[in-house]
């Protein structure tokens, strides 16, 4: 069946550093790929998402391109902030997208 | 963007007593709707899928005589906790399946319910 691997946190990093969070998925057709942000108390937010192969999605620094090959969806960001602060979820939908498989969620901090 | 608002944020009840979490589409009309129950260490469980008109279908394990879930309207998923137990304190969280291409979720801010 589908799933969504994603590193294991915590992440703790200095501002201005480079962040990198994997996420590989297994998928029976051609998911919709996303990773979700949720800041603290808060429910979850849409941090980008990429619909097919060599889609790179990108919002606020952050990127990831979904590659068909490694069967990845790596969250990049050059230079972190401390209000990047937050734990961040990869998740894949197959379709219509009525089910969502989400990855264990990696909590970031990032110190100043 | 599309915004789902879920209410309370917070409850405390007390052991034996039953608490009801809204879930609304604010703008738009979700036949969908999904809980969700996020433990202490941040996974995501999804606890159920909420169809308008319908019966919601449970996960397994999810126990559906204790976790009621209605889902009466496109704009509106109910979730009832029935005596609530302090085991059951968590944070609840909803989405709704959007209207785009991409069946993109829309998530409600979550509740946090303590049971004493």
């Not at chain 2, 005589?65 to 609840?92: G, M, Q, R, W």
Request: proline fraction near 3%.
């Amino acid at each position: 069946g589908d799933s969504v691997t994603q590193m294991e946190g915590p992440v703790t990093l200095s501002e201005e550093a480079f962040l990198t969070i994997n996420c590989t998925y297994t998928a029976t057709g051609y998911p919709s790929l996303f990773w979700y942000v949720q800041y603290p108390g808060e429910g979850l937010q849409l941090l980008l998402k990429a619909t097919k192969a060599d889609d790179k999605g990108s919002n606020k620094g952050f990127e990831a391109t979904y590659r068909k090959e490694t069967t990845s969806f790596h969250l990049e960001k050059g230079s972190v902030q401390v209000s990047d602060s937050a734990v961040y979820f990869c998740a894949l939908s197959e379709g219509t997208g009525n089910q969502f498989y989400f990855g264990t969620g990696t909590s970031l901090t990032v110190i100043p | 963007g599309a915004v789902v608002s879920q209410h309370p944020s917070r409850v405390i009840c007390k052991s034996g007593t039953s608490v009801k979490i809204e879930c609304r589409s604010l703008d738009f009309q979700a036949t969908t709707m999904f809980w969700y129950r996020q433990f202490p260490k941040q996974s995501l469980m999804l606890m159920a899928t909420s169809n308008e008109g319908s019966k919601a279908t449970y996960e397994q394990g999810v126990e559906k005589d204790k976790f009621l879930i209605n889902h009466a309207s496109l704009t509106l998923s109910t979730l009832t906790v029935t005596s609530a137990h302090p085991e059951d304190s968590s944070f609840y969280i909803c989405s709704a399946l959007g209207h785009s291409s991409t069946g993109e979720l829309f998530f409600g801010e979550g509740s946090r319910l303590t049971v004493l």
